[in-house]
């Protein structure tokens, strides 16, 4: 059981356009109101990383001018690391953008943009610049035990992703749009890595996942319990606000 958790935030400055550094500090709340201690690294254009110094490596949105930048860089100086990191357990979470940075490619226009090819996926963006846009509440079996709870959310994307025949998404969609507006599917988990399109951003409006991550990257089965009745009502508004009493 580790008694930190060590996150490597990926390029902080440029993939944060969903307040996804709110994701960052709802987690380093909850490590530091249980006594569970709290390590960020950012690691930014050209800069390697290490495959086994973090629990948790995160990836939010950007532009498309930004996510491009980060794109190759990712190939270039990180996917090794990635790769190695999530062989080895280590928990890889991409949201929006960094979510379709995981997989193969995002086809923007004629433009090929590259992945990291952590999971089978594909991106494209949608002819005529229609965007998939609102609350959104998908159900989800974190731990294949039948418990199905809800992530909600806010989404707002171009793409349209694909997953490949043998890939798992993270949830089933009950309001919104997900992955391509048809499958009725969201997100993707292989493993230790999962990709969203939820932000908003994603874990001050739900609590109970940000714990999830906690325990399964310090290797706890068990977190004290907190006073949320703070957190419970961001994530009601949010549920209410999908639509989803």
Known sequence: MADALRVCALYPDLMNIYADRGNLLLLERRC????????????????????????????????????????YDLVETKRDALHAAAGGGALVLGVCGGYQLLGHSYELGDEHIPGIGLVDLHTVRAEGGDRLIGNVA?????????????????ENHGGRTSLGAGEQPLGRVVK?????????????????????????PLLPKNAWFADWLIARATGRETLDPLDDRLEDAAHASARAAAGVA
Do not use: K, M
Not at 144 to 151: E, H, I, Q, T, W
């Open 32 to 71: 530091a109101w249980r006594g569970i201690g709290f390590e960020v690294t950012a690691a930014g254009l050209g800069d390697p990383i290490d495959s086994d110094a973090h629990e948790l490596f995160y990836l939010g949105g950007g532009q498309d001018r930004d996510q491009r930048l980060c794109a």
């Open 138 to 154: 998908i159900e989800v079996d974190l731990d294949g035990d039948g418990a199905g709870r809800l992530l909600a959310g806010f």
């Open 176 to 200: 919104g749009h997900g992955n391509d507006g048809r499958s009725g599917v969201e997100g993707v988990r292989r493993g230790s890595v999962i990709g969203t399109y939820l932000h908003g």
